[in-house]
Nanobody, 124 residues
Framework: QVQLVESGGRLVQAGGSLRLSCAAS????????TAWFRQAPGKEREFVAA????????YYTDSVKGRFTISRDNAKNTVYLQMNSLQPVDTAVYYC?????????????????WGQGTQVTVSS
C-alpha cells in the first residue's frame, strides 16, 4: 500500500503563489506516475499535472501551462506543485494521486492511490 499526504493549501490572493506537497509513504519505492487533480465545488474532478518518476516527463492541462510546475524529489518520495499567478478559478480541493503502472496521465481511473486533498482558495 501507498499512503499519500498533501499539504500546502491555504487562502491566497489572486496573483499569488503556493507550493503544494505530496509525500508518499509505505510501499512507495516503485511509483511510476504521480499526478495532481483538483475539484471545485459543484464540478467534476479534473486533471492538473502529472510527472513520471523515472524520466521526469511532465504533463499539464492547458489552463495551467506556464503557471504551474510539477516536480519531484525522489529521495524524499515527494512531489510538488508550484502554482504561480493564481486566479479565483484555481480555487478547489487539490488531490495527489499515484500509480505503479504506466498510465494515461490525465485519466483519474488510472490511479490506484489518492490523498485526502488540500484546500486552495484564491480570493479576488
Amino acid at each position: 500500500q501507498v499512503q499519500l499526504v498533501e499539504s500546502g493549501g491555504r487562502l491566497v490572493q489572486a496573483g499569488g503563489s503556493l507550493r503544494l506537497s505530496c509525500a508518499a509513504s509505505g510501499r512507495a519505492d516503485n511509483i511510476h506516475t504521480t499526478a495532481w487533480f483538483r475539484q471545485a465545488p459543484g464540478k467534476e474532478r479534473e486533471f492538473v499535472a502529472a510527472i513520471r518518476w523515472n524520466s521526469g516527463t511532465t504533463y499539464y492541462t492547458d489552463s495551467v501551462k506556464g503557471r504551474f510546475t510539477i516536480s519531484r524529489d525522489n529521495a524524499k518520495n515527494t512531489v510538488y506543485l508550484q502554482m504561480n499567478s493564481l486566479q479565483p478559478v484555481d480555487t478547489a480541493v487539490y488531490y495527489c494521486a499515484a500509480t505503479k503502472a504506466w498510465a494515461v496521465p490525465s485519466s483519474s481511473v488510472a490511479y490506484d492511490y489518492w490523498g485526502q486533498g488540500t484546500q486552495v482558495t484564491v480570493s479576488s
